[in-house]
């Protein structure tokens, strides 16, 4: 598995309780930790990145909201800032930016 960490040091941690798991030493979910520990956190989505990231799929508002399960007013009010993407909504934000619309779909 390929992960993009936080540092060197997390990054041959991750290495090494990864060779662990593929020897049967570390289950799966310890494993699932050390993924979660090493892995960089979610980016921040503020207005101007959705609205950004939306234009660059070549996407209207009713269809990203209908891609992340949530309304075409929530999507409005994030792209003018009255409101910020959730938890949830960032990570599906986070792997459309990273992986494409196909990653979600």
């Known amino acids: 598995?390929?992960?993009?960490?936080k540092s060197r040091i997390l990054e041959a941690v991750h290495e090494s309780a990864s060779d662990l798991h593929?020897?049967?030493f570390i289950d799966k979910r310890k494993m699932q930790?050390?993924?979660a520990l090493c892995l960089e956190p979610v980016r921040d989505y503020d207005a101007e990145k959705v609205k950004a990231?939306?234009?660059?799929?070549?996407?209207s508002q009713a269809v990203?909201?209908?891609?992340?399960?949530?309304?075409t007013s929530t999507v409005r009010k994030w792209?003018?800032?009255?409101?910020?993407p959730s938890g949830?909504?960032?990570?599906?934000l986070d792997i459309l930016e990273r992986k494409g619309l196909e990653a979600v779909l």
Do not use: C, I
């Open 1 to 5: 598995m390929t992960t993009k960490t």
């Open 22 to 24: 593929r020897l049967g």
């Open 33 to 35: 930790k050390y993924d």
């Open 53 to 59: 990231l939306r234009e660059r799929l070549h996407l």
């Open 64 to 71: 990203l909201a209908s891609v992340l399960n949530t309304s």
């Open 79 to 84: 792209e003018v800032g009255d409101k910020r």
């Open 88 to 92: 949830p909504s960032q990570k599906l």
